[in-house]
């Protein structure tokens, strides 16, 4: 089974910081990642696909970028809605199967 | 525009089954590219993958669950379903229905389902 190490677990910053996170994987997934936003009480949204591309009416502060086992999430300048908790996943081919990194909670310094 | 909806009890006795259904409106679910997953997260925990389908049939599992999870769809009704069984009190999550292609863009709200007798 592929694991995803997401980190830090926490990142404290301010409005209009730049937020960089981390996503490491347990053996090569090429470009096969995934970026997830959860703010609470709501379902995870789809931010980024493919390691690199945003998805539908994502803003451009978010970037991805990474392959094989490492991948950043950028956040260029936080807004408030942005506090929330950011999960990765894999889609690897080989063992088939889907896995979700342990999630950082970016929050409020 | 898609939508998801989680419906099914959301008090289980434990040793018993989990079943919940995921009603698809919005748009067909016959497009051959996508599957229909369930994903599930415990109180104040991170995401778990549970399975996939597609509608060819084609289960996915997540291996630490295949011998409890059953994954079923019905096109016509526009539903799939997730079966859990000898469910304990760690099974106790919210859970996500959810349509993948290559990942998961469209979500359900969630529904908690709590496991105790």
């Known amino acids: 089974e592929i694991v995803l190490t997401q980190s830090p677990a926490t990142l404290s910053l301010s409005p209009g910081e730049r937020a960089t996170l981390s996503c490491r994987a347990s053996?090569?997934?090429?470009?096969?990642l995934a970026w997830y936003q959860q703010r609470p009480g709501q379902a995870p949204r789809l931010l980024i696909y493919?390691?690199?591309n945003r998805a539908a009416d994502i803003p451009a502060r978010f970037s991805g970028s990474g392959s094989g086992t490492d991948f950043t999430l950028t956040i260029s300048s936080l807004e408030p809605e942005d506090f929330a908790v950011y999960y990765c996943q894999q889609r690897n081919i080989w063992p088939p199967g889907l896995t979700f990194g342990g999630g950082t909670k970016v929050e409020i310094k | 525009q898609l939508q998801l909806r989680e419906s099914g009890p959301g008090l289980v006795k434990p040793s018993e089954t989990l079943s919940l259904t995921c009603t698809v409106s919005g748009a067909s679910m016959s497009g051959t590219s996508y599957h229909w997953g369930w994903i599930r997260q415990p109180p104040g925990k991170g995401l778990e993958w549970i399975g996939t389908i597609h509608n060819s049939g084609n289960t996915y599992y997540n291996p630490s669950l295949k011998s409890r999870v059953t994954i079923s769809v019905d096109t016509s009704k526009r539903q799939f379903s997730l079966k859990l069984s000898s469910v304990t009190a760690a099974d106790t999550a919210i859970y996500y229905c959810?349509?993948?292609?290559?990942?998961?863009?469209?979500w359900g709200q969630g529904a908690l389902v709590a496991v105790s007798s």
């Open positions: 959810a349509r993948r292609y290559h990942y998961f863009n469209y």
């Open positions: 493919d390691a690199s």
């Open positions: 053996q090569n997934i090429n470009n096969y």
